[in-house]
């Protein structure tokens, strides 16, 4: 599983240099088109380093809480990044009413993997 979500996460890097480029170049150069699709497709890049980073620490510190942030990041992702690009790119502004949901679950996998970083390290049996 955690192969699935680093290639998913380099995938979702690759699409953020990919709508980023189509943000500069094919769309509509004006405030109202690029105020959130940049911020979000900078999101989306942000966010596919840090759930990368969470897979490679779950292999070094496997515990529940890396998999629930990476869930939460995950899902953040798509609702968050997914639906204010997807609204600006198809020209469907209803759809950015996911956002709120999705950047709540960003928050929360961040929370998630600040608890980890302050957990005490498992003992393993010699």
């Known amino acids: 599983m955690l192969v699935v979500i680093r290639f998913l996460s380099l995938l979702l890097g690759l699409a953020a240099v990919i709508l980023s480029a189509i943000g500069r170049h094919a769309l509509p150069q004006n405030n109202d088109t690029l105020f959130n699709y940049i911020p979000a497709v ?36 798509v609702l968050f990044c997914g639906s204010v690009i997807v609204s600006k790119l198809a020209g469907m502004p ?25 957990l005490p390290t498992q003992k393993t049996a010699a």
Request: zero cysteines; a positive charge.
């Open 42 to 77: 900078d999101f989306l890049l942000i966010h596919a380093v840090l759930l990368f980073a969470l897979t490679l620490w779950y292999e070094q510190r496997p515990r529940r809480l890396l998999l629930a942030a990476q869930t939460f990041v995950l899902v953040g992702m």
């Open 94 to 118: 209803g759809l950015v009413a996911a956002a709120p949901y999705g950047g709540t679950s960003l928050m929360v996998g961040w929370l998630l993997a600040a608890i980890t970083a302050v």
